[in-house]
C-alpha cells in the first residue's frame, strides 16, 4: 500500500475554512508557528505526524489533507455580497464552496442526476441591454418547464429539480466578531456548462424573499457569465433575477408609474418578491420613471423598511444535498463512521450544508403566496396595513 500524500495547500484551505491564523494553529499543535508557515510555503515537508496533529486539534479527518479539490477557476466564482465585506471572508467562502463543491460533484457522479438545461450564452456585446436579459430570462423559465406568467412557486425546489445542488452556506468561526456573524454576502455559485452539475450557496439568515432573490440571481451569473464576460455582471445577475422573478408581460400589467407601496406589498405577497426588488424591476424595465423609484425608496427608507419589509415571504430550504449524502451513507448519513473520512469534512460543515430541518411540504407550492394574498387583502384596514397607503 502506497503511502498517503499529504499536500502542503490543504492546511491554508483548512485554516480558511476554520478561520485560523497561523499563530492559532500553532499554539493549539504546540508548535512554533514559523513551522506552520514552512510547511504551507512547501519549506518543510508535510509528515504523517504532523498530518494526524492538525487534523486532531482542527477536528478534520486526516483524509482533508490528501483530498483533491476539484478544479475551479477562482476567478470564475462570483458574489452576490455588500461593497464593503472583507477579503479575508470572500476568501473563506470561496475554500467553503470549493469543499462542498468537491463532495457534491463525488455524490452526483454516477446517479443519473440531470445537469442544468440552461441556454447558452455568448453574446459578444460588454453588457447586455435590457430588452436583451428580458428575453434570456425567458428562455430560461421555458428551459426549466416553467409558465411564463406565473410566479416561480419555490425557487429552491426549480434549481434542485434540474441539477442545481443549493446549499446554505455557514462559515464555522473561531473568531466571534460581527464581520464574521454577519459576513457581508449574500450569494455564491459556479457552473461549469452544459452536461456538468451546478452548485449555488447562499447565506442564511436574511429574509425569505431576499433568499430568493439571491437564487435568481446566482442563476443569473450561471446564465449570462458561464461562457461570456461582462463589465457589469453584477447588474445583469439583477435585471436577470428580476425579469425571471416577475416577467415582462406580468411587470407590464402589475407596475406602472402609479404603483404605491400598498399596491407593491401586495404584488410582494403574490410573486415572492420583496417591495425594494420591485421598485428596481419597475425602474430597470422602464415601468416607471426613475423619479418615481427614488421617491418609492424614500418612502421605503421612511418607513424603516430597508432593513424589515411587512408582508412575510415563506422561507425555502433546500433538501437535494442531504438526500445525496442519504444515497450515499445511509438514512441518517451523519451517524456513519465513514462520512467524515469518505468526504473529507468535518461533520459540522457537512450539517451546515444539509440541514435536516426542513420546511414543511405544505410551504412548498403557491398556496401559501394565495393565503398571504387574502391575508393582507383582509387587514388593508388595520392600522399596519392602513400605513402602506399613499398618502
Known sequence: ????????????????????????????????????????????????????????????????????????????????????????????????????????????????????????????????????????????????????????????RVLERWGFVVVPIILPSSNPQPANLKPGHFGVSFWAGMGLPGLIGYFPGSSADRDRFTLAHELGHAVLHSNRTSSDPENEANRFAGAFLLPWKRARALLSEASTLSQLASIKAEWGISIQALVMRGSQGGFFSSERARSLYRQISSRGWRLNEPVEVVAESPKLFLRLLKNRFGPDPFKNPEIERETALPLMVLRSAAPSNQVSPRNDGLSDRARDVVSLESKRKSNEIRSLAER
Open 1 to 156: 500500500m502506497e503511502p498517503l500524500t499529504y499536500l502542503p495547500d490543504r492546511l491554508l484551505s483548512a485554516r480558511l475554512l476554520l478561520d485560523l491564523t497561523q499563530e492559532q494553529l500553532g499554539s493549539a499543535a504546540q508548535i512554533e508557528q514559523s513551522l506552520v508557515s514552512m510547511i504551507e510555503t512547501h519549506q518543510r515537508p508535510f509528515t504523517t505526524e504532523s498530518a494526524e496533529t492538525f487534523a486532531r486539534v482542527m477536528g478534520l479527518p486526516v483524509t482533508f489533507f490528501t483530498a483533491r479539490p476539484r478544479s475551479i477557476p477562482f476567478d470564475s466564482l462570483l458574489f452576490r455580497k455588500h461593497k464593503g465585506s472583507s477579503n479575508r471572508v470572500t476568501q473563506r467562502t470561496r475554500v467553503h464552496f470549493q469543499e462542498i463543491f468537491r463532495v457534491a460533484e463525488d455524490l452526483l457522479e454516477g446517479t443519473g442526476y440531470p445537469t442544468p438545461p440552461l441556454p447558452v450564452i455568448q453574446d459578444a456585446e460588454d453588457v447586455l441591454d435590457t430588452d436583451r436579459i428580458e428575453k434570456i430570462a425567458a428562455m430560461v423559465r421555458e428551459s426549466l418547464r416553467l409558465d411564463g406568467e406565473a410566479p416561480v412557486p419555490n425557487m429552491t
